[in-house]
């Protein structure tokens, strides 16, 4: 089981639409986590993070945590063509290390 | 305010050779953590150097070594290059903290290519 997982999609969804991205995770003892998103051929760019039970939100994101069922989702409202792009979890289980999801790759369609 | 940087851009190199990549990190951070992200994963955690001295490592072998200068800059060594070395070399700088999150930034990455 990896430990931290992603749908790799993609998610497709129209301009205006809410996106959902979801995450699950394997170490329960992981104290925060991380939104990035990932254009191609680029680095990762934080968006957010999160580290107590429920929501979180800036902007039109929304993070949402509930440690018991160790999962974590990103909701992106009004969702823009400029949004599309691969969106990484990742997870500090108290370590040094984030570990990383595979991402899951978003399009959003005009 | 300085983000990271890192270079150079991209590398071709050998199977066998030897590579050096660097990283500057971001104005007031004195933490640096290394990924290695492969085409179509996630970046996995290299290392990480605080104060000069490597402060956590993932499952990478001994041929990846790192350093840490006085100045937060940050390299990247890797011996014996493999075809499996090819990938993205993200550079990440954080400042440390005891909160329960720990925001890395990243900076722009080395594409390096082991032909």
């Known amino acids: 089981q990896k430990e931290v997982e992603q749908n790799s999609g993609p998610l497709s969804v129209p301009e205006g639409a809410i996106a959902s991205l979801n995450c699950t995770y394997s170490?329960?003892?992981?104290?925060?986590f991380f939104w990035y998103r990932q254009y191609s051929g680029k680095s990762p760019e934080l968006i957010m993070f999160i580290y107590s039970n429920g929501d979180k939100e800036d902007g039109r994101f929304t993070a949402q945590l509930n440690k018991a069922s160790q999962y974590v989702s990103l909701l992106i409202r009004d969702s823009q063509p400029s949004d599309s792009a691969t969106y990484l979890c990742?997870?500090?289980?108290?370590?040094?290390?984030?570990?990383f999801g595979s991402g899951t790759r978003l399009q959003v369609q005009p | 305010e300085t983000g990271v940087t890192q270079s150079p851009t991209h590398l071709i190199k050998t199977r066998g050779q030897q590579v050096t990549l660097r990283c500057s990190s971001q104005?007031?951070?004195?933490?640096v953590s290394w990924y290695q992200q492969a085409l179509g994963q996630g970046p996995q955690f290299i290392f990480q150097y605080y104060r000069e001295e490597e402060n956590g490592r993932g499952n990478f072998p001994p041929r990846f070594s790192g350093l840490q200068f006085p100045n937060y800059s940050s390299e990247l060594n890797v011996n014996a290059l493999e075809l499996d070395d090819s990938a993205l070399y993200l550079c990440?700088?954080?400042?440390?903290?005891?909160?329960?999150?720990?925001?890395?930034?990243f900076g722009p990455g080395t594409r390096l290519t082991v032909l």
């Open positions: 990742a997870v500090n289980t108290g370590r040094r290390a984030l570990t």
């Open positions: 170490d329960r003892g992981s104290q925060s």
């Open positions: 990440a700088s954080s400042l440390p903290t005891s909160a329960p999150y720990n925001e890395q930034f």
């Open positions: 104005s007031g951070h004195n933490t």
